[in-house]
């Protein structure tokens, strides 16, 4: 830190400055030791924000070293994660509907035929999710 403008090397006051966090999250990036809900709480903080570890640590003024260790603790760190699916343009059906579909979660692909029964299936992409 500079002692005559009080900025970090590679800083400017002119650079505009990071949304700021929530106030909870505030609360426990000041903390110098995490419990596990804290650190809990900024993995899901990070997560959603849509950043990589660094970027996020970056813009947090955060150890990436202490959240990538919290992560690993916590095997947070390859936690499954949900993306919006948006339907551009309506598919029109075809004359013969197959009897099954294909799901691929990462490198796996799980045949669903026509009939499974929801819970079942549910159940069986909840695993292959958490394994791939």
Do not use: N
């Not at 990589?52 to 760190?77: I, M």
């Not at 390859?78 to 339907?87: G, M």
């Not at 099954?100 to 909840?126: F, N």
């Amino acid at each position: 830190m500079h002692l005559s403008t009080g900025l970090r090397p590679g800083h400017d006051r002119r650079m505009p400055k990071p949304s700021a966090p929530t106030s909870k999250l505030s609360t426990i990036l000041a903390k110098r030791r995490w419990r596990q809900p804290d650190a809990t709480e900024v993995i899901t903080f990070w997560r959603g924000s849509g950043l990589g570890l660094e970027p996020f640590c970056e813009r947090h003024d955060l150890d990436a070293q202490r959240l990538a260790r919290w992560a690993k603790r916590l095997d947070l760190a390859d936690a499954p994660t949900f993306a919006e699916v948006v339907v551009v343009e309506p598919v029109e059906p075809v004359e013969e509907p197959s009897s099954s579909i294909v799901v691929e979660l990462g490198a796996a692909r799980v045949l669903v035929e026509r009939d499974i029964d929801e819970a079942h299936l549910a159940r069986v992409l909840r695993v292959v999710g958490a394994v791939c």
